[in-house]
C-alpha cells in the first residue's frame, strides 16, 4: 500500500514517522517565507494555508451597540503546485476569507511562478525569484518576491522582499505595499525543525483621512513569533504564532484589520 495511503487510513504516529525517510515533498520551515528551493520537475504537492486573526467587533447582542466582542478573521489558501523543470514551479491557489463576525465565503484565485537561479550552494547567496496575479472579487493584485537563503550548517536563514501592487474594483490607480519576512530555522532533527519569523505590511502611500481606522490599516504593521516545522517526507506542518510590535493599543479597536496577534499554520502532503 502507498505510505501515503497507510498514513491517511492509519492516522498512525509511528507511519508518519516512517514516512520521514522519503525526502519527496518541498517543505516550508517558515509558514511565511518562502524557501529557495522549488519541486523537481513532474513532482506536485497540495499545501493548506490558514490564517487566523482576533480581532474586536462589535456585540450584535447588545442593544446599545457599544458593546465590544473579540471574533475571529479567517484566511484559508490551498494551494496546487507543480514543478515545470527542476529549477521552475508553478502555484494555483483557492482562497476563502470572512469578514470577522461573518461567514467564511470564496474570495478568489492566484496563479504564481517560482524560479531558482543555482543549485544550492553555488551563489553565496541561494536566489530564486517569485511573481504572482491574483483575481479576487473586489480588486486584482500583482506580487513580487526576492527569495533569499544561506544554509549555516543546520541552521538556515531565509528572507523575501515583497512588493505586491492591487487595483481596488479593477479600476483606478494601484495601490503598492510592502511586504518584507524573515527568519531563521535550525534542524533539531531530520523530523523536527524550530526557528523565528518576522513578518510586515504596509502601503507606500496612505491616501486615508489622518486618524481613521482605514489611515491606520493602511499604515506598516509588523509581527514576530516562534515557528515549528515537522517534516515526514511525503507530509510536512509549519505553524507560528506571530504578535504584533506596533501599536498594540489600536488591536481592540473596532475595523484594526489585523490584530494583536496572528496565526499561521501550513500542511503540505506530496502527491
Known sequence: MNPLRSVVLAGSTANLVALAGFANANPRPLPYTYPYETL??????????IDISP???????????????????????????LGITDRLELGLYVVFTNDAGGPLAFDG????????????GEWPVD????????EFHDELEFEEKLILSKRFGMVRAMANLWFEESLEHYEGAPEASFHPTAGV????????????????????????????VQHFNNGFHHYVGPAVSLQFGKLWWSTAA?????????ATDVGDQFGHAWVRTVIGISL
Do not use: C
Open 40 to 49: 523537481p520537475a513532474e513532482q506536485a504537492e497540495i499545501e493548506q494555508y
Open 55 to 81: 480581532v474586536r467587533i462589535v456585540d450584535p447582542e447588545d442593544a446599545t451597540g457599544h458593546g465590544r466582542i473579540w471574533d475571529q478573521q479567517y484566511r484559508l489558501q490551498t494551494e496546487f503546485e
Open 109 to 120: 484565485i492566484k496563479q504564481r511562478l517560482r524560479f531558482r537561479f543555482a543549485e544550492e
Open 127 to 134: 536566489t530564486a525569484i517569485y511573481g504572482e496575479i491574483s
Open 185 to 212: 530555522t535550525a534542524e533539531i532533527t531530520p523530523v523536527f525543525h524550530v526557528g523565528a519569523e518576522y513578518w510586515g505590511v504596509g502601503n507606500f502611500e496612505n491616501d486615508a483621512a489622518a486618524g481613521t
Open 242 to 250: 506571530y504578535y504584533r510590535l506596533d501599536d498594540t493599543k489600536r
